[in-house]
């Protein structure tokens, strides 16, 4: 599995997400977009509904509460990303090792770049693998993420950085989950800015 460390497709630092949260501090994007400086709004996401399971499907359960931490990561995330920092989310609760260790990593270039993330992104999570058999129960997700109503804004100004003209607005990312004790927890996170959507 590729973890969000390695990912180096799309940009220099992460991927994805906080890509161009971080290029404010290196003149990033391509300048197309001048809209006057605003006050940022709140960072949300939209996520598309979970498909209804089928009881049928001996997983359904596992796979839902997969996709409700894998969710609810998502908007813990999304909270950080949209102040440049976790404190007063509950991050923590919902991803861990080295999906927490990127998150942080982000975040820190986001607040000495003076960048924050608002908008909305999309995204449509589904589970690909889920096994059960061993000790530690894993699972698999992709994820198709669409920046089309995500910005990034300078913090000091409000100022929007346009996005990199070579940064598909739809690509996949990966997340692998593990089910700890307290539930399903996001371990690691690859955005995979070449895999368009």
Not at 41 to 63: G, I, L, R, V, Y
Request: aromatic letters at 6%; a positive charge; hydrophobic letters at 40%.
């Amino acid at each position: 599995m590729v973890t969000a460390r390695h990912t180096r497709t799309a940009a220099p630092a992460f991927a994805a997400l906080a890509l161009v949260l971080t290029l404010a501090g290196c003149g990033g994007g391509d300048g197309d977009a001048k809209a006057p400086a605003t006050t940022a709004p709140p960072t949300t996401a939209t996520a598309t509904p979970a498909p209804a399971t089928s009881s049928a499907d001996p997983e359904a359960t596992e796979k839902k509460a997969v996709l409700a931490a894998y969710g609810s990561m998502w908007a813990e995330q999304m909270k950080a990303y949209g102040k440049a920092d976790a404190k007063g989310t509950a991050l923590e609760k919902y991803a861990s090792l080295d999906a927490l260790g990127q998150f942080r990593i982000d975040l820190a270039r986001m607040k000495q770049a003076g960048t924050i993330g608002t908008g909305k992104l999309g995204h449509a999570p589904t589970v690909t693998m889920l096994d059960m058999t061993g000790k530690l129960p894993k699972a698999t997700i992709e994820d198709c993420l669409d920046l089309s109503g995500w910005k990034a804004v300078r913090v000091k100004t409000g100022e929007p950085i346009p996005l990199p003209s070579n940064q598909p607005r739809r690509y996949i990312a990966t997340a692998t989950a593990e089910k700890w004790p307290q539930g399903w927890m996001v371990v690691t996170y690859a955005p995979e800015g070449a895999r368009t959507c």
